[in-house]
């Protein structure tokens, strides 16, 4: 594949992985109290402040990697946080999984993911993993190659 080929693809994927953060952090923001139920089915054991605090963060860092990755902006830093995010949800995902918990994992809002398997805690594991690979592939071509122009330069 030539470069620019694939210069254009990880510029599509960019997008792309934007405006699905972008949707999961507005699903999120539109119900912030279901999405603090589907944290607290997770059984974490973290004290109920931290819990509180990232239903309230979460989706807006969402929404603002969402925004930039459309943009193209700080590409580096937002999918170095992307790439912290998805560790997390996969860790998160994959003890509820490992222990058994029949949860909707709540990463796109409850009413897509209601009583079906794309709710499910090991679809949303296995997604996380494909998520986070893609994420770091499009963080470690950042460092290493040409800066991807911003969509609106």
């Given at each position: 594949m030539k470069e620019t080929h694939r210069t254009k693809l990880v510029q599509i994927t960019r997008i792309l992985i934007g405006c699905?953060?972008?949707?999961?952090?507005l699903a999120k923001t539109a119900n912030l109290q279901d999405f603090l139920v589907s944290i607290y089915g997770y059984e974490l054991p973290l004290p109920e402040l931290t819990l509180r605090l990232a239903a309230i963060i979460l989706p807006w860092l969402e929404i603002?990697?969402?925004?930039a990755l459309i943009?193209?902006?700080?590409?580096q830093e937002f999918l170095s946080l992307?790439?912290?995010?998805?560790l997390i949800f996969i860790l998160i995902t994959g003890q509820a999984w490992v222990r058994g918990l029949d949860i909707s994992?709540?990463?796109f809002g409850t009413n897509l993911e209601k009583d079906t398997f794309l709710g499910s805690v090991s679809f949303a594991f296995f997604r996380n993993l494909v998520f986070f690979g893609i994420v770091f592939y499009l963080?470690?071509?950042?460092?290493?190659q040409?800066?991807?122009?911003?969509?609106?330069s």
């Amino acid at each position: 594949m030539k470069e620019t080929h694939r210069t254009k693809l990880v510029q599509i994927t960019r997008i792309l992985i934007g405006c699905l953060m972008l949707w999961a952090g507005l699903a999120k923001t539109a119900n912030l109290q279901d999405f603090l139920v589907s944290i607290y089915g997770y059984e974490l054991p973290l004290p109920e402040l931290t819990l509180r605090l990232a239903a309230i963060i979460l989706p807006w860092l969402e929404i603002l990697c969402g925004i930039a990755l459309i943009i193209g902006i700080w590409q580096q830093e937002f999918l170095s946080l992307l790439s912290l995010i998805g560790l997390i949800f996969i860790l998160i995902t994959g003890q509820a999984w490992v222990r058994g918990l029949d949860i909707s994992c709540g990463c796109f809002g409850t009413n897509l993911e209601k009583d079906t398997f794309l709710g499910s805690v090991s679809f949303a594991f296995f997604r996380n993993l494909v998520f986070f690979g893609i994420v770091f592939y499009l963080w470690f071509r950042s460092i290493t190659q040409k800066k991807d122009k911003p969509v609106f330069s």
